[in-house]
């Protein structure tokens, strides 16, 4: 009995220890993220640089008639579209600045539509055209804003470009004045538009195979390719209170950078620590090879250093090769160690191990709706795996290493 207690105090020591080095893992862990959040964060700061050269986010809000009448004391109008439309065409492509990828777009834009007059502008016989735009730094060349037949001098305002519109002589209120808008313009980001019209339409095709519609109303149809998106939306004045306070769109960016996705990969680093050092534990006891503690914290370290590989391989790399380089080279070195330790067949038990929990933890970065129900399934999987040794484990550990000696009748 003495002896039997002694080896459950044994035992109990030594998995207190393991846990306690799985725990101090944590340590290089949190350098690793603090790490992988300072390249996110010079990532953003270098997008930021490029986008106010290139241009940033663009908002079109427009066109619109905006002038000043007399009514006893001057007054200011405002007449928005009978009818607008948008057709966009956005060209993608990456600018690079040291090992750090900017995604850019070029869109070309055309917009046509219709005012009707009312019957303070008659009086007036002259307006101002305004478009909204958000960053005029990315306007390609020179835009065309065509009014009726004419086409106006295009001029900066304050947020957007206008153009004097010069009403002929017989207008009325009831006239319709058609017009034509066409620009090239550079964003980055997102694209989005203001419903200023009576009826808006608006029509995009781009190369971006992974768009995110968003803001206050979605599109009608919409078709993503593995080559690029069409996009429609069509919205009518009725829905809104007001034409200004709405916007819709698309971004054209990817969901997920290469930083956001090792930051996730990071937070199952204690998960894939403790399930290599309770394997490798359960081994020890079948196996009879014993795993010092040293070799406990090489084998936590270069779990560790599996993200440090990642994060400096996806700088240059894409995603998912730099996790299968990584991952190769982090599997390769320890089932190399494990079979210099154990020197038996469960050294390739723990190496596949280490394989199967790499790959359960990429499909598990891949997944972005059923992710957190994936995780903590997986979770629940190795608890009943780890309770299942542990009863086994404890079954062995009770009974006598030397059984005694069955009594016959001359001991008797």
């Not at 105090?9 to 846990?19: D, E, F, G, T």
């Not at 993503?224 to 698309?250: C, H, K, Y």
């Not at 990642?310 to 995603?319: G, I, K, Q, Y």
């Amino acid at each position: 009995m003495e002896k039997n207690n002694l080896t459950w105090k044994n035992l109990l020591i030594k998995v207190s220890i393991i846990a306690a080095l799985a725990l101090a893992m944590l340590i290089p862990l949190a350098m690793v993220r603090h790490t992988v959040g300072e390249r996110a964060v010079n990532h953003t700061d270098t997008l930021g640089d490029i986008t106010r050269s290139w241009g940033s986010a663009q908002v079109f809000d427009g066109p619109r008639l905006s002038y000043k009448y007399m009514d006893g004391k001057e007054r200011e109008n405002t007449i928005y579209p009978d009818s607008l439309g948008y057709t966009v065409k956005t060209v993608s492509q990456i600018l690079h600045r040291s090992i750090y990828d900017v995604p850019v777009y070029t869109a070309d834009v055309c917009i046509t539509g219709t005012f009707v007059l009312d019957k303070t502008l008659p009086q007036v016989g002259k307006a101002d055209m305004i478009l909204g735009l958000q960053d005029l730094k990315g306007i390609q060349g020179h835009p065309t804003f065509t009014v009726g037949r004419t086409e106006g001098k295009v001029k900066s305002t304050d947020g957007g470009l206008k153009v004097e519109v010069i009403l002929k002589e017989n207008a009325e209120e009831g006239d319709v004045i058609p017009f034509t808008v066409t620009m090239k313009v550079n964003g980055s980001e997102s694209l989005y538009f203001k419903p200023v019209g009576s009826l808006t339409e608006v029509e995009i095709t781009s190369d971006c195979p992974c768009p995110s519609f968003g803001g206050d109303f979605l599109p009608v149809e919409r078709v993503v390719r593995e080559d690029g998106f069409t996009a429609r939306w069509l919205i009518s004045q009725i829905t809104m209170a007001s034409p200004s306070s709405n916007s819709f769109g698309v971004r054209l960016m990817k969901p997920v950078t290469q930083y956001r996705q090792t930051e996730r990969a990071t937070k199952y680093g204690l998960l894939v620590i403790f399930l290599v050092f309770v394997a490798g534990f359960v081994v020890e006891i079948i196996s009879k090879k014993s795993i010092n503690l040293i070799q406990y914290m090489v084998i936590g370290a270069s779990l560790v250093l599996f993200y440090a590989l990642l994060l400096a391989f996806s700088d240059f790399l894409a995603f998912g090769l730099s996790y299968l380089i990584a991952a190769v080279m982090t599997t390769a070195a320890l089932g190399l160690y494990f079979i210099g330790i154990v020197k038996n067949k469960w050294a390739y038990f723990l190496t596949g191990l280490v394989a199967l929990a790499y790959g359960v933890i990429y499909v598990l970065l891949q997944m972005e709706t059923f992710a957190f129900l994936a995780g903590t399934l997986l979770l629940f999987l190795i608890l009943c795996v780890i309770m299942s040794l542990t009863r086994n484990l404890l079954l062995d550990a009770s009974r006598p290493e030397h059984p005694a000696p069955e009594s016959t009748e001359t001991d008797a």
